[in-house]
């Protein structure tokens, strides 16, 4: 088996107001949120992604539909541990996560540690190992004009030694 898998995820959520903005499971005060199915947790949502990829196992979608009434308002932080059992199962551990959240507004840098502390728990992993960054979109296109937030990450995944 090769030893080390990579994998890259993506998501994009509307803002909307009335919606709490939830970012790797840490509320972050805002006057617009994330709309979505679950909790919309974009960044916890790519780096889901990013696990099941690394692991070829498929996308989010195809491990927690949007149809299924289970996962309505429903903590990402359950998708992210859930990708994890599966990559562990399919004989990966998750070694490294590296992330950037591009949202305009509100600035997000006091809100680094939280977060990386939040998904180092749900990830079971040391907190040097967990990285978050954060851009804007410089004004320019849906997410310059508030109307979305994306977020992207890169996962590794080693094999688990026999
Ligand atoms: O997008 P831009 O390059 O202007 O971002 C500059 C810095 O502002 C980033 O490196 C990041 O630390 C911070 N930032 C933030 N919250 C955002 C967007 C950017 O704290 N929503
Ligand atoms: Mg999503």
Not at 32 to 54: P, Q
């Amino acid at each position: 088996m090769i030893a080390v898998r990579t994998g890259l995820g993506w998501d994009v959520h509307r803002l909307a107001p009335g919606r709490a903005l939830i970012l790797g499971g840490v509320t972050i005060p805002s006057d617009l949120g994330l709309e979505g199915h679950s909790d919309a947790d974009v960044l916890a949502h790519a780096i889901t992604d990013a696990i099941l990829g690394a692991a070829a196992l498929g996308d989010i979608g195809m491990h927690f539909p949007d149809s299924d009434a289970r996962w309505k308002g429903c903590d990402s932080l359950v998708f992210l541990r859930h990708a994890c059992q599966l990559a562990a199962a399919a004989g990966f551990r998750l070694v490294h996560v590296d992330s950037t959240v591009i949202l305009e507004r509100p600035k997000l840098k006091d809100y680094r540690l939280p977060i990386r502390e939040s998904l180092a728990a749900a990830l079971d992993l040391p907190l040097d190992r967990v990285s978050v960054k954060f851009k804007t979109a410089e004004q320019v296109g849906p997410v310059g004009q508030r109307q979305s937030a994306e977020a992207q990450a890169v996962v590794t995944l080693a094999a688990i030694a026999e």
